[in-house]
């Protein structure tokens, strides 16, 4: 079958499981991951592989503006400590800690986990971040309180950025090459302010295109342009695609789409980016699915579980120390928000790019890879689905 006929297959598939989701109370994402593990098991579709162009490319540039842009100034501003905190610092401490726990988990499994500082470094840094397209939808389809949305969403769009740089800033200081701290965060930071400056050039110019064309397909098509031309034009120039992307929604959502659009047209852009949010998720959740190796799973299940409990302890000091460092102060965190905190931080399709696109001479490999697909696995399948009872638990 070519691929053009296996991807209108797939959002068949896709469009039918979101039929039955409707009706059977699991989450949308959660069906379609197990859907695609299912189908793969049988042999029956021979789908695109998930690497780090085809994400790159097509999936994050687009989700990540459509979250970006619903954003508002006033909530970012008034949230900006807590979702700093949590996708900049957070990750690089979640690194350390998530390394650290593995090391001494070894101990522990004896010799099934053969794990050393690099490997358990990059695997942490694989899996640091939550990725924004696994929370964006989760959240959205809980009907979770709108500020609890908005930390689990800014923080996932912006320390997805920040998980990218951290991981290619780790490979390079641990593949022997003599990088000395302070090179490291001044290329980080360079990293950030690229991106930062290319996000803001491109969607203040779609802005004021938008605001001196009065045409709905245009102004449309210029929403796209600032999506895709944003990630390249950073990516191309050495910063990070996906926060320029990240800004360039944020503008524009502020900007362009708001001011610059007849309420029609307006309306017509969001049901259109709405509708390539489902589109992108459907397939993407789906080929996380057939990528699961599950006879490598369940012969690694003590790595699976270290790096599981792993993750889990390191996102709860983090969000227990943001909550408890912005306690007394405007942005402080409800109590009963900090164990939807931890348990929404869930990891998905990047984290498994990522390691796939590890070098092929790189040592232990397959170990952290299959440690990085049990997480997303689990991460999307367990905490996918226990999300809403939790929620209702704690009464939030």
């Not at 039955?20 to 989450?27: A, D, F, I, K, L």
């Not at 010799?111 to 964006?136: C, H, K, M, N, Y």
């Not at 928000?337 to 397959?366: E, Y």
Request: glycine share 8%.
């Amino acid at each position: 079958m070519s691929q053009p006929n296996v991807i209108i297959l797939l959002i068949v598939i896709a469009t039918a499981v979101a039929l039955v989701t409707r009706r059977v109370p699991v989450p949308y994402t959660a069906a379609l991951v197990l859907t695609g593990i299912a189908l793969a098991a049988l042999h029956l579709v021979e789908p695109p592989h998930l690497t780090r162009e085809l994400l790159f490319a097509v999936f994050l540039p687009g989700l990540v503006f459509e979250a970006a842009f619903h954003l508002s100034y006033d909530d970012l501003r008034q949230n900006a400590r807590a979702i700093a905190a949590l996708a900049i610092p957070g990750v690089a401490v979640n690194i350390a800690i998530t390394a650290a726990i593995l090391m001494a988990s070894r101990a522990l499994f004896g010799t099934s986990l053969e794990l050393g500082w690099r490997q358990a470094l990059t695997f942490a840094a694989i899996v640091a971040a939550t990725d924004p397209i696994a929370v964006v939808a989760l959240v959205r389809s809980l009907g979770a309180p709108r500020r609890l949305s908005l930390l689990l969403e800014a923080e996932s769009l912006l320390n997805d950025g920040t998980a990218i740089i951290f991981f290619g800033l780790v490979l390079a200081a641990t593949a022997g090459t003599a990088i000395g701290g302070l090179a490291l965060t001044v290329d980080f930071f360079r990293i950030v302010v690229v991106g930062t400056v290319v996000g803001l050039a491109v969607g203040a110019a779609a802005s004021r295109l938008t605001r001196v064309v009065d045409e709905a397909v245009i102004e449309i098509t210029l929403t796209v342009i600032a999506a895709y031309g944003s990630f390249v034009l950073a990516d191309q120039v050495g910063g990070s695609g996906v926060i320029a992307t990240v800004v360039a929604g944020v503008i524009y959502g502020n900007h362009g789409l708001r001011s610059g659009m007849s309420a029609s047209t307006r309306a017509a852009a969001q049901s259109f980016w709405d509708y390539v949010a489902f589109l992108l998720n459907s397939i993407v959740f789906l080929l996380i699915g057939f990528a699961v190796q599950l006879p490598s799973l369940l012969h690694h299940v003590p790595l699976v579980v270290a790096a599981l409990l792993a993750g889990w302890i390191a996102r709860g000091v983090i969000v227990g120390g943001v909550a408890t460092a912005l306690a007394m102060t405007s942005e402080r965190i409800p109590r009963a928000w900090v164990v939807p905190l931890i348990w929404g931080g869930l990891r998905g399709g990047l984290a498994m790019v990522l390691a796939l696109s590890l070098p092929a001479d790189f040592i232990g490999r397959d170990l952290v890879i299959t440690a990085t697909f049990g997480v997303v696995l689990v991460s999307i399948l367990l905490q996918g689905t226990t999300m809403a009872p939790l929620l209702r638990r704690t009464r939030v």
